[in-house]
């Protein structure tokens, strides 16, 4: 069992790295990395495809040419496909010549109409001055071409669905090297702009470049970070740590109001962000305003981990993280149950704890709220483009050599997957505009990335995305299955409509994963903004429903269809939904609880989360 009560001091330095036993000529990995099982291999085999990954940013090669091997095959083997491709690209050709031959006629009064109008969200090309010739023939070239390489990397039968997405992914990264939009002779707005000001934006441009060059070579953050520091500008609320283990700081926030809920709120972040996520500006802190609403809070800040914490796997953030911080909460607020909130990966080892926890018969809890969390991992969205065994085989060994993933690994995982907005728009905007993009706290944020533990990123690679484990009701706690049928929990369900990370409809399979009270909520924004939502802020909608106890599944489009929308921040909401749970209020507990091991160690935001 893992043990939930009195849990061992750990003193505030990293203890040592465990030590590790002598191996023979030829030993097995480590057991973590076995869960599959994953084959052994040699320490050369180890050092081999460590140098491999290094060399490859991390992408596996054998996984990229097994792609392209089964799309290639099965197109070959599909005459009638590459016939209908052949004629796509003929109606293609057709259209760009009559297209030629409409702006040879069109007047302003009478234009040319498009070949192809690019997707709601590509705004590459959204500029009037890509209406001016040759830059419309271009672009509507350029868009033709990839509306083409769509057709051809999708819909091939035989291809396995994975291998489609990486084909169709690898072809639109490779397009988008090539867009108009992206070079000085081929984009009409960074023309006009370089005309307007004598060429002095490309002047700026070059400093702006060698300067991110500059901080790049020194490890230094993006410019302008420097003015979002933690506890001088970000995660200002006021509170106290009041545990401390080798994973994590628990921070008890100082009340604001005369009463307060008797039901605490305790909050777990993922441990691949820094939690003040939820504690940015004072104008958009979600624990600012929940403390604001009379509501004790609680949250969690994970410890950035490194090589000491190479050996750190899931059962360690359970003990060592929510449990720990849950019987501290529990001493600190005693005889009163927990409102347990978990944001994104954090949300899945609540969803893991509190599937233990019914099947244990602790009843702590007396809500479960989760936050872009996925339960079911068979559509994980695009993520899954870069998780497959031959993927993760090749991270093992990297992570074994090192001991942790690098935030470099993760950062580069998400400008791939968002290579527009991350690396595109930015070439452009910076470099060829010559305008710096204003940082914000959101960004500050984002730049600062935490590592991962090499033991646990396996484990949750291998059990929940290549397994699925946790559906499945195979994912073990204590050495025993927990399912999350269990859960007897009402839940308050958060999901974002542009989410990359957590699609939305991956979320909402939890109404078919447990028969409880869920009231889920879909929110415009993505992975992180629609969490930041503060009320006030412009252009905010959401729909929410209830699904009683019990009650029937709706599927997610019905669900979307049904569901009413209201304008605004949906935090109002999920404090409402906490309000209707919780008892009546009471003076607030004081901080800490020194008589019972929980003494107050310093201020937030703590020691952990200044960890580079």
Known sequence: MIPRKALPKVPTTPADPPARTPTAAMPAVPEYMCSAPAPARSPLDLKFHAALARASMSVSPMSQLLAMIDWAGHLAGSPGKRLELTNLALQHARRIVEYLGELALATPCAPASRCVDPVAQDRRFAAEEWNLWPFNLMHQSFLLTENWWQAATTCVAGVSKHHEHVVSFAARQLLDV????????????????????????????????????????????????ENFVV????????????????????IQYSPTTERVYPEPVLIVPAWIMKYYILDLSPHNSLVKYLVGQ?????????????PAERDMGMDDYLRLGFFAALDAVNAIVPGRKVHAAGYCLGGTLLAIANAAMARDADDRLATMTMFTAQTDFTEPGELALFIDESEVSLLEAQMEEVGYLTAG????????????????????????????????????????????????????LRQLFLNDALSEGRYRVDDRPVALSDIDTPVFCVAT???HVAPWRSVHKLHYLTPVEIHFVLTKGGHNAGIVSEPGRPRRDYQSMTREEGGNYIPPDDWLALAPRQEGSWWPEWSAWLTARSGTPSAPPASGAPERGYPLLGDAPGSYVLEK
């Open 294 to 306: 009379g509501h004790t809070v609680f949250c969690i800040s994970w410890k950035n981990p490194g």
């Open 497 to 499: 409509l542009t989410d």
């Open 409 to 460: 690994q993760m950062a580069g995982a998400f400008q791939l997957l968002r290579s527009y907005d991350l690396l595109w728009s930015r070439i452009v905007g910076e470099y060829l505009m010559g305008e710096r993009a204003p940082m914000n706290d959101l960004m500050a944020w984002n730049a600062d990335a935490t590592r991962m533990p090499a033991r646990m990123h396996s484990q949750y």
């Open 178 to 225: 090539f867009s108009p939009g992206n070079y000085l002779a081929t984009n009409p707005v960074v023309l006009r702009r370089t005309f307007e000001t004598g060429g002095f934006n490309l002047l700026h441009g070059a400093f702006n470049a060698a300067e991110d060059l500059q901080r790049l070579a020194a490890g230094e953050p993006p410019a302008g970070t």
């Open 231 to 250: 506890g001088r500008d970000v995660a200002l609320t006021p509170g106290k740590v009041v545990l401390r283990t080798q994973l994590m700081e628990l």
